[in-house]
C-alpha cells in the first residue's frame, strides 16, 4: 500500500477521545495501516510531546509505529487472515 493511499485521521482539539480510537481501529482493521495527523487545535491545547502521543496510540490500539514526521503519525497493524 502506498503512503498516498492511506486513510487520514485527524485529531483536533477535543484530542483523543473514544470516537477517535474507535475509528483509527476500525482503519486499521479494514486497511492495516493509518496516518493520523495531529492538528495544530491539538498540540496547542495539549502540548504534549508527538512521539508520545505515537506510542500511547501503537500501545492502546496494539499496532507498530511506522514513522513519526512532522506531527503526522504512521501506524501498521498486522491483518490476520480469517
Keep these: 500500500m502506498r503512503r498516498d493511499d492511506l486513510v487520514v485521521v485527524r485529531i483536533g482539539k477535543k484530542g483523543i477521545t473514544e470516537g477517535i480510537i ?34 500511547m496510540l501503537s500501545e492502546r490500539l496494539n499496532a507498530c509505529i511506522e514513522e513519526v514526521r512532522g506531527f503526522t503519525i504512521i501506524l501498521r497493524r498486522q491483518k490476520f487472515k480469517k
Design 22 to 55: 474507535s475509528e483509527i481501529d476500525n482503519v486499521l482493521e479494514k486497511r492495516g495501516m493509518v496516518k493520523i495527523k495531529l492538528l495544530r487545535n491539538f498540540r496547542e491545547a495539549y502540548g504534549v510531546n508527538r512521539n508520545d502521543v505515537a506510542i
